[in-house]
C-alpha cells in the first residue's frame, strides 16, 4: 500500500498569501496519478487537481499542481478568503487507491 | 448539473446491517464507474468500493471485503452499498462519488453524505 505523507499538517496564512502544499509518497506513483481535493468545514470534498497537475473543470487557475515519482506541490498562487480549508492528496495508481491525511491551510 | 444525494444512514448496533442509497441526477448514470469513500469523525478519507458502469465488476478496501456488498440500478439512476456484520470502526460519513471518467479512481463530484454510527 502506498503510504502518502502531507505536510505541513497546518498551514496558517493571510488571504494574498502564496501556500505550498507537499504530498509524499512512500513508493513511485504510476504516471503521475495523482489528485488533489478541497474540503472545506461541513461539505464534501472537491476534485481541484488530477494527473498531478491538470486542473479539474471550474477550478480557478490560482490552483497548481506539480510533480511526479514520489513528489507532488500544490500551489495556490495568492489566498482567497474561500480557499482556507483542508486539502488532501490521493494516488489512484495503485490498489489500493489512497489519501494523505490532510493539510489543513487556516486563517493567520 | 451532477447531483447525488445519498440517504440511509442512522445508528445502528454492532453486528446489525444498514443499506445506503445514492441517488443520481444530472448526468447518464449509465457510462461511469461509481464509488463509495468514507470520513470517519475528524479524520481523514478512505475510500471503499467501485462498481463499473454496468456493474460487472466490483471492487473492495480489504477491511470491508465480505461484510459490504456495492451495487447499482441504472434503470433508477441509483447506487447501494449494503453494510453487513457493521464494527465500530465503520463509523463515519458515507459519500457516494461519480467517476471523472469511467473506472479511472478520480472522484469528480460528490454527494453530500450520509453519517453512519455503529454503536450499543
Known amino acids: 500500500e502506498i503510504v502518502l505523507t502531507q505536510s505541513p499538517a497546518t498551514l496558517s496564512l493571510s488571504p494574498g498569501d502564496r501556500a505550498t502544499l507537499s504530498c509524499r509518497a512512500s513508493?513511485?506513483?504510476?504516471?503521475?496519478?495523482l489528485a488533489w481535493y478541497q474540503q472545506k468545514s461541513g461539505q464534501a470534498p472537491r476534485l481541484l487537481i488530477y494527473?498531478?497537475?491538470n486542473r479539474a473543470t471550474g477550478i480557478p487557475d490560482r490552483f497548481s499542481g506539480s510533480g511526479s515519482g514520489t513528489d507532488f506541490t500544490l500551489t495556490i498562487s495568492r489566498l482567497e478568503p474561500e480557499d482556507f480549508a483542508v486539502y488532501y492528496c490521493?494516488?489512484?495508481?495503485?490498489?489500493?487507491?489512497?489519501f494523505g491525511q490532510g493539510t489543513n491551510v487556516e486563517i493567520k | 448539473q451532477v447531483q447525488l444525494v445519498e440517504s440511509g444512514g442512522g445508528v445502528v448496533q454492532p453486528g446489525r446491517s444498514l443499506r445506503l442509497s445514492c441517488a443520481a441526477s444530472?448526468?447518464?448514470?449509465?457510462?461511469?464507474?461509481m464509488h463509495w469513500v468514507r470520513q470517519a469523525p475528524g479524520k481523514g478519507l478512505e475510500w471503499v468500493a467501485v462498481?463499473?458502469?454496468?456493474?460487472?465488476?466490483?471492487y473492495y478496501i480489504d477491511s470491508v471485503k465480505g461484510r459490504f456488498t456495492i451495487s447499482r440500478d441504472n434503470s433508477k439512476n441509483t447506487l447501494f452499498l449494503q453494510m453487513n456484520s457493521l464494527r465500530a470502526e465503520d463509523t463515519a460519513v458515507y459519500y457516494c462519488?461519480?467517476?471523472?471518467?469511467?473506472?479511472?479512481?478520480?472522484?469528480?463530484?460528490w454527494g453530500q453524505g450520509t453519517l453512519v454510527t455503529v454503536s450499543s
Open positions: 462519488a461519480k467517476d471523472k471518467q469511467g473506472f479511472t479512481y478520480q472522484f469528480e463530484s
Open positions: 444530472g448526468f447518464t448514470f449509465s457510462s461511469y464507474g
Open positions: 462498481i463499473s458502469f454496468d456493474g460487472s465488476n466490483k
Open positions: 513508493q513511485s506513483v504510476t504516471s503521475s496519478s
Open positions: 494527473d498531478a497537475s
Open positions: 490521493q494516488q489512484y495508481g495503485n490498489s489500493p487507491r489512497t
